[in-house]
């Protein structure tokens, strides 16, 4: 099995970015909220593939009705992503499963954080 695992970043990163604005690890300093993170890859054999691990982190700020809309962005975004297979031609399959939903403490009175969890089920092409 090749280990493809920077196209599979690529291509969670572009998918969630027609969703909604999205970086990989962390955001420029003048990314406008909405935003969201994709971080924590964990890779683990699967027997035929790899299960690899994946987190996307939202924020936004705290003013009038900002959570609100974040939180139904995150539906909306899990909704599309659950259950869904992307890939690239001649290099890789992944099947998209949710896994959890979670607030985020955060020490900033004007930012908003929620998370939410998914394993790709990927199979990469020889």
């Known amino acids: 099995?090749?280990?493809?695992?920077?196209?599979?970043i690529k291509?969670?990163?572009?998918?969630?970015?027609d969703l909604t604005p999205c970086?990989?690890?962390?955001?420029p300093e003048n990314a406008g909220?909405?935003?969201?993170?994709l971080t924590g890859?964990?890779?683990?054999?699967?027997?035929?593939?790899?299960?690899?691990s994946f987190m996307l982190e939202f924020y936004t700020g705290e003013q009038e009705g900002q959570s609100e809309e974040l939180d139904a962005r995150i539906d909306a975004i899990r909704t599309e992503l659950d259950?869904?297979?992307?890939?690239?031609?001649?290099v890789f399959a992944a099947h998209i499963g949710f896994?959890?939903?979670s607030g985020m403490e955060e020490?900033?009175?004007d930012l908003c954080r929620r998370r939410l969890s998914f394993t790709a089920r990927t199979f990469f092409i020889k």
């Open 107 to 109: 020490r900033s009175y």
């Open 83 to 90: 259950g869904t297979i992307i890939g690239e031609d001649g």
């Open 33 to 37: 909220f909405p935003y969201t993170i």
């Open 1 to 8: 099995m090749t280990d493809q695992t920077s196209a599979l």
């Open 99 to 101: 896994n959890s939903r």
């Open 41 to 52: 890859i964990n890779a683990y054999d699967i027997g035929a593939g790899d299960g690899v």
């Open 11 to 17: 291509r969670l990163a572009n998918k969630v970015n």
């Open 23 to 27: 970086y990989y690890e962390e955001a």
